[in-house]
């Protein structure tokens, strides 16, 4: 039987669908699904660590995009442009969802499953993700230690540089809050933005008093979607944890870190804090 025959039940293959392209496909040519489709290599035979690539990678192009929706609307923000901004927030909160989804192949690895693979990729961790990084400065986390690992790898160094130089996603929120009439304290829109955010009072009064307002209010629209955005970055941190608790316990990381206790604590860093502290004065 060849192609265009129908076999019962089955419809025709279509014959015009099915010429050959003269190279590449268009999907290929688009997608480059065939350079993707060749980035895996695991180290070992253990039967575990392919899934472990390939949900890293999938990690890696998730945190791409949500880089990407930040930085549209901090730019959208900057513009006073809140529509656009709520559509990219949107479009990162449904990334942000994809992304924790994507702890499943992993969520049961067992100890003598990780073990199965661990020495091999010896000093590799998640701790050395430039991607992790931009998210994490986007946040309004900077850290100039986080940057340093990064020296030896020039182009990398120099993107994850000018993100920590930027004003962070939550620093254009504030600056179009101020634009918007509320009293956005001077000495926090004026702060050095290579700082960590810290929490401020009067950024809390100004986010309490947009909870206290019209239900319907656009900027409560807005408080709760960065509230989604950040309780799902939260959430990524905690089910790390869990893995990371399941698959190797207390051991030591392979970044070098004490593992689960550094983890632990690096999961509780705030993220927008004042948005949650607000909530406690409405
Ligand atoms: C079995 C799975 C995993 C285990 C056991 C694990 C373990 C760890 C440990 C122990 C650390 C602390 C740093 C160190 O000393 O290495 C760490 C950090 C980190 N891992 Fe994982 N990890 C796993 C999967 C993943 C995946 C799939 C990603 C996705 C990219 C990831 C991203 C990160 C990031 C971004 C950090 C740094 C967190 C921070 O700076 O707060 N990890 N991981």
Same mark, same amino acid.
């Given at each position: 039987?060849?192609? #265009?025959? #129908? ?6 293959? $279509? ?7 003269? !190279? ?21 035979? &253990? ?26 609307? @901090?730019?959208? =923000? ?13 479009? @990162?909160?449904?990334?942000? @969802? ?17 073990? !199965? =693979?661990?020495? &091999?990729?010896?000093? &590799?961790?998640? =701790? ?11 946040? %309004?986390?900077?850290? &100039? #230690? ?53 929490? $401020?009072? !009067? ?8 909870? @206290? ?21 939260? /959430? *990524? ?16 990381? #392979?970044? !070098? ?11 509780? /860093? ?5 948005? *949650?502290?607000? /909530? %406690? %004065?409405?």
């Amino acid at each position: 039987m060849n192609d #265009s025959t #129908s076999a019962p039940g089955r419809p025709a293959a $279509d014959d015009s669908l099915t010429q050959p392209f003269a !190279g590449a496909s268009p999907y290929d040519t688009y997608v480059r699904a065939s350079v993707l489709n060749t980035l895996q290599h695991p180290l070992t035979e &253990a039967p575990d660590e392919m899934g472990f690539v390939v949900t890293t990678q999938v990690m890696e192009l998730w945190l791409t995009l949500i880089v990407h929706e930040w930085r549209t609307a @901090s730019t959208a =923000f900057a513009k006073d442009d809140l529509d656009a901004a709520m559509d990219a927030l949107t479009r @990162s909160r449904r990334a942000l @969802s994809a992304l924790n989804a994507a702890w499943a192949p992993l969520a049961s690895l067992t100890p003598a499953q990780f073990n !199965g =693979f661990r020495a &091999a990729f010896g000093q &590799a961790s998640g =701790f050395q993700s430039a991607m992790y990084r931009h998210m994490e400065f986007l946040l %309004g986390d900077k850290s &100039a #230690s986080m940057l340093r690992m990064h020296r030896g790898d020039t182009a990398v160094h120099e993107a994850l540089s000018e993100t920590y130089r930027e004003p962070s996603l939550y620093d254009e929120v504030l600056g179009f809050l101020h634009r918007q009439g509320l009293p956005v304290p001077d000495e926090v829109r004026e702060r050095d933005v290579t700082d960590p955010y810290r929490s $401020d009072p !009067g950024v809390v009064e100004v986010w309490r008093r947009i909870y @206290s307002g019209p239900q319907h209010h656009p900027l409560l629209a807005l408080g709760e979607l960065l509230t989604d955005v950040a309780e799902l970055v939260l /959430r *990524w941190r905690y089910d790390h944890v869990m893995v990371v608790r399941r698959a190797m316990g207390a051991k030591s990381g #392979s970044a !070098g870190s004490t593992g689960l206790a550094w983890l632990e604590q690096r999961a509780t /860093r705030p993220v927008f804090p004042e948005l *949650w502290e607000a /909530r %406690g %004065g409405v």
